[in-house]
């Protein structure tokens, strides 16, 4: 079945620091991709998202690129801030049926 | 524009009790899902509503049922609380024919003691 695997954390990083959280997936065909971020005590936001291989989705300076030849999508941004401190989902879903498959989180600890 | 709401904010029940949790979708959305989010894990499929009906289901058993009414909010149930059901759970819309894109609420705190 369908399934996202992202790397374990918890990720401490100094400030300005370059951040990389590691997605793949697996499923059967080409899913739309997406990074959702949690902050303390809140829902989930959708932080980016891409819909077809080779596609990179982009906000708020974190990237992540939709590699087929690999089933990844890893997350990144090249100077991380204390206030990006959240935990990251990836997650994949289907476009006709909008039930999304989500990766256990990475807990993410920007210090000044 | 409000965005998906949902209440209450926490709940705290005890073991083999009944509870509804409620949720407003985001204006000019008509989809609902519901996710169950247990600490330190991500969210977990429970079902989806669109037009009244349940549209799909994840892997949860009969304890947990919903409902969705004319003007697309939302209820979920789930009766004979265990222990386990302690979790997050989560509210997302969305509009159907735009699949790919949903919008999550703040969640509904459940604690089963």
């Known amino acids: 079945g369908d399934s996202v695997t992202q790397m374990e954390g918890p990720v401490t990083l100094s400030e300005e620091a370059f951040l990389t959280i590691n997605c793949t997936y697996t499923?059967?065909?080409?899913?739309?991709l997406f990074w959702y971020v949690q902050y303390p005590g809140e829902g989930l936001q959708l932080l980016l998202k891409?819909?077809?291989?080779?596609d990179k989705g982009s906000n708020k300076g974190f990237e992540a690129t939709y590699r087929k030849e690999t089933t990844s999508f890893h997350l990144e941004k090249g100077s991380v801030q204390v206030s990006d401190s959240a935990v990251y989902f990836c997650?994949?879903?289907?476009?006709?049926?909008?039930?999304?498959?989500f990766g256990t989180g990475t807990s993410l600890t920007v210090i000044p | 524009d409000a965005g998906v709401t949902q209440s209450p904010t926490h709940l705290i029940k005890t073991r083999g009790q009944q509870v509804t949790l409620r949720c407003s979708p985001k204006?000019?959305?008509?989809?609902v899902s519901w996710y169950q989010q247990a600490l330190g894990q991500g969210p977990q499929f429970i079902f989806q509503?669109?037009?009244?009906?349940?549209?799909q289901r994840g892997n949860f058993p009969d304890r947990f049922s919903g409902h969705q009414f004319p003007n697309y909010s939302s209820e979920l149930n789930v009766n004979a609380l265990l222990l386990g059901d302690s979790a997050l759970y989560l509210c997302?819309?969305?509009?159907?024919?735009?699949?790919?894109?949903?919008?999550f609420g703040q969640g509904t705190r459940l604690t089963v003691v």
């Open positions: 891409a819909t077809k291989a080779d």
């Open positions: 997650a994949l879903s289907w476009n006709t049926g909008n039930q999304f498959y």
């Open positions: 499923a059967t065909g080409y899913p739309s």
């Open positions: 997302a819309s969305s509009i159907t024919y735009r699949g790919s894109e949903a919008f």
């Open positions: 204006s000019g959305h008509d989809t």
């Open positions: 509503y669109y037009e009244e009906e349940e549209r």
